[in-house]
C-alpha cells in the first residue's frame, strides 16, 4: 500500500475564503482478502513510507487469541496496525490479551453478546 498526501487550500462554502484546512488523497491503495500462507507477499515492508494494515474478524478473541499471535509470529514485520473486530470481549478481560509489539485498545459491546473491536 503505497499513499500520497496531497495538501489543498479549500474554499469555504459561499464564502469565497480560504479555510484553514488540508485536504488528504489517499491513491494507490489495495485491500484485498489474503489467505495466511500469502500474507508476507502482501505486504510492502521493504518501502518505509507504506502503511501496513489488517483486518481480522477474529469471532472471539478469547477463543482465538492463539490464533491471532501465530498468524502474527508467521508476518516478517511488524504492522502499522492490526484491527480486530468481533472481539466478544467484555470489559473485564480488555487488559488480558496483549500482543507481541502492539499496544491493545478494546472497544466492547456493552449490554449485548458479541460485537466488539480493537485496534
Do not use: Q
Request: net charge positive; with cysteine.
Amino acid at each position: 500500500m503505497s499513499i500520497d498526501f496531497v495538501a489543498s487550500p479549500v474554499r469555504g462554502k459561499n464564502t469565497g475564503k480560504h479555510l484553514n484546512a488540508t485536504i488528504f488523497k489517499v491513491c494507490d491503495y489495495d485491500s484485498k482478502y489474503v489467505t495466511e500462507d500469502k500474507v508476507n507477499e502482501f505486504f510492502h515492508f521493504d518501502d518505509l513510507s507504506a502503511i501496513n494494515l489488517l483486518h481480522v474478524n477474529c469471532r472471539s478473541l478469547k477463543k482465538n487469541f492463539d490464533s491471532v499471535k501465530l498468524l502474527l509470529a508467521n508476518i516478517s514485520c511488524p504492522l502499522t496496525a492490526l484491527a480486530l473486530s468481533e472481539t466478544w470481549l467484555i470489559p473485564a478481560f480488555n487488559d488480558m490479551h496483549n500482543l507481541p509489539r502492539y499496544i491493545f485498545v478494546s472497544n466492547p459491546r456493552l449490554h449485548k453478546r458479541g460485537g466488539g473491536v480493537g485496534i
